[in-house]
């Protein structure tokens, strides 16, 4: 069986207490891995070996940091078929997805911030003929980033490329649900030249490993992106060290589909934004609100949709809804459903696992995606994040109603508005808080605006200029010119 690695210092590495995790196949439930149960030592050897490369590394030209991170990007679309498959078995979730959506994002990252850095600019200020002010940014040390298993190398990169390309060294931990492009990764980097230490990458659980990065001393800028729960946990940590941290949390998205939209884009990338993934997107739209004149043919129309998705074998081709991710994730989803089911809610479609995927996924995790009527907006199944193919229609009738409905959950990550009419659009997106309003459109990203929640989804934003800055120390020299 295959054992997977840290990758300290440059080396593919044992964990130095010699123990290992299962790592499952959640479209079987078998065990086909084996993934390190890394510990405070591992941390603590891959903190030395970032904080070793950390002087040379910050030194590099910007020229040389981006062409080897360039590399890598390379390595990783010459192989995409290879990671987009890993990633498939790792997560459950189907193979067209990390083959046209997960693996090229990652790429796309990587190519993204190694770019960026060859154009960076700094502000210049002259004070009333006195002084000349100018901010010199420079990288800060030693980054942790954290990352989930819902969109495992997507994420990791997102950190790992700005984190790097910016001059820092890195100690980073992918989800220990998912670790295994996080090990490609690794032998991506050795392939593609980048010194020693630069990055390390430690796996194990959370509460081991992700704790004691947390918590090191010489680890000063945390990139956490994962459940608010464990966000409040790893700000609790880092606060009394004045780390600076970004926490990129859970969500609880409306998704708002005014009368006058185009219905037949919003029946299907409202179909989309519940359910790709298995619905295990943070930026998934899991509360639908429709206006009443339109409620009744959009709520058959999306059934008719949902019933149409294909629940199958990740890998194979035209399969739309794959595995959830682990059986907790699994147990999590029938638990909100029965909830559903006691709070008054009518299941329209799914609402159970399907009968039958095949014979190789006869013990695999996979639920039918499930849409719910009849709940009101503040009962638990519409307040708390499900993370599952879970969805709820409820219907409003004013502008100002589903304002309130839209801000009234802990969360404020994304929000989309589907409608023709531009100035409600507006409105609607200067009222909602969430980080980021969709209109007529779902899940489309440039990768130049700031990310990031409100509330409970999160502090700080990431993305473009915002990372740069986050990953940087800025610094004012001033200069007295009289
Ligand atoms: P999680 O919080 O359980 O775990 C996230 C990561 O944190 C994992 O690597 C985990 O091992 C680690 N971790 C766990 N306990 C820790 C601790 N005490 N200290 C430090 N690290 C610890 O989240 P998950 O179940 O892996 O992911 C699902 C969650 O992530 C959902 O809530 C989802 O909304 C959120 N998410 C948010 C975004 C975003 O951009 N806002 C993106 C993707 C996922």
Not at 372 to 388: A, S
Request: charged share 20%; hydrophobic share 40%; proline share 6%.
């Amino acid at each position: 069986m295959q054992s997977i690695l840290h990758y300290i210092n440059g080396q593919l590495v044992e964990p130095r207490s010699g123990n290992y995790l299962d790592n499952i196949d959640p479209a079987t439930g078998a065990v086909y891995s084996r993934v390190p149960d890394g510990d405070g030592d591992d941390v603590n050897a891959a903190v030395a070996a970032a904080e070793q490369a950390f002087p040379a590394w910050s030194q590099t030209p910007a020229e040389k940091r981006s062409a080897c991170i360039l590399k890598i990007a390379d390595a990783i679309e010459a192989r995409l078929d290879e990671f987009a498959r890993a990633e498939c078995v790792d997560n459950g979730k189907p193979l067209s997805l990390t083959r046209n959506m997960d693996i090229p994002r990652a790429v796309k990252n990587f190519r993204f911030f190694a770019t960026a850095i060859l154009h960076s600019k700094s502000e210049t200020h002259m004070t009333d003929g006195q002084a000349l002010n100018y901010t010199l940014r420079q990288p800060r040390g030693i980054c942790g980033l954290i990352s989930p298993w819902n969109l495992p190398l997507y994420l990791l990169s997102w950190k790992i490329a700005p984190a790097i390309a910016a001059g820092n060294t890195a100690v980073a931990k992918p989800s220990e649900v998912t670790p295994m492009t996080a090990f490609m990764l690794s032998e991506v980097c050795r392939e593609a030249g980048l010194p020693a230490g630069v990055l390390n990458i430690v796996h194990g659980l959370g509460a081991k490993v992700g704790a004691a990065i947390t918590a090191h001393q010489k680890v000063t800028t945390i990139s956490f992106t994962g459940g608010t729960v464990t966000g409040r946990e790893v700000a609790r940590t880092a606060a009394p060290m004045f780390k600076k941290i970004s926490l990129e949390l859970g969500g609880k998205n409306p998704n708002i589909v005014f009368a006058d939209a185009d219905m037949d884009r919003a029946v299907a990338e409202s179909v989309r934004a519940a359910f790709a993934n298995q619905g295990q997107i943070c930026l998934c739209g899991s509360r639908i609100f429709v206006e009443r004149a339109a409620y009744e043919p959009f709520v058959n129309r999306f059934v008719a949709a949902t019933q149409g998705l294909k629940i199958g074998d990740p890998l194979e081709a035209g399969v739309d809804q794959g595995a959830i991710v682990s059986k907790p994730q699994f147990e999590k989803v029938s638990f909100y459903v029965n909830l559903a089911r006691e709070e008054g809610g009518t299941i329209l479609t799914g609402g159970s696992p399907p009968p039958t995927v095949n014979d190789r996924c006869k013990n695999g995790y996979f639920f039918t995606p499930t849409v719910i009527t009849g709940l009101g907006p503040n009962c638990r199944v519409n307040q708390e994040e499900i993370f599952g193919p879970v969805t709820s229609i409820i219907p409003f009738d004013a502008e100002e109603e589903v304002i309130d409905y839209a801000n009234g959950t802990a969360y404020g990550l994304s929000a989309t508005v589907w409608t023709q009419n531009l100035p409600k659009a507006h409105r609607l997106a200067e009222r909602i808080n969430s980080g980021t309003v969709w209109v007529n459109c779902w899940l489309l990203r440039d990768l130049r605006v700031p990310f990031g929640g409100m509330k409970q989804s999160g502090v700080g934003r990431e993305g473009g200029d915002e990372a740069m800055r986050f990953f940087t120390e800025s610094k004012n020299v001033c200069i007295s010119v009289s």
